[in-house]
């Protein structure tokens, strides 16, 4: 078992930034990919980004690229999102997920997830 836990979200301006952290237990962390999805209300989960076991490969969302950086510290257990020039159509319940081994960027091919941190961008 993986247990997850996510620490960051807040309430921001537009244009602000903010850094989600997930912080990993349970198992060796650098035996997992990691991602993060969001969930907006009355819309489906959905991708925002992955990053492989060492760091060294990350995908986005083409809604976030060039925004947002997905990096890890597996010496902490731990991998974050920094998310700048935020804006209202970010907002949404954040979650960071594992997957054993290798990236994805569907919510099905992870086992294991947070429990969310709500990041809300103000106009």
């Known amino acids: 078992q993986v247990q997850l836990v996510e620490s960051g979200g807040g309430l921001v301006q537009a244009g602000g930034s903010l850094r989600l952290s997930c912080t990993a237990s349970?198992?060796?962390?650098?035996?997992?990919?990691m991602g993060w999805f969001r969930q907006a209300p009355g819309k489906e989960r959905e991708f925002v980004a992955t990053?492989?076991?060492?760091?060294?490969?990350?995908e986005y969302a083409d809604s976030v690229k060039g925004r947002f950086t997905i990096s890890r510290d597996n010496a902490k257990n731990t991998v974050y999102l920094q998310m700048n020039s935020l804006k209202p159509e970010d907002t949404a319940v954040y979650y960071c997920?594992?997957?054993?081994?290798?990236?994805?960027?569907?919510?099905?091919?992870?086992?294991?997830w947070g429990q969310g941190t709500q990041v809300t961008v103000s106009s």
């Open positions: 997920a594992a997957r054993q081994w290798v990236t994805g960027t569907k919510g099905s091919q992870y086992g294991y």
């Open positions: 990053i492989n076991r060492f760091g060294g490969g990350t």
């Open positions: 349970g198992r060796t962390f650098s035996n997992f990919a």
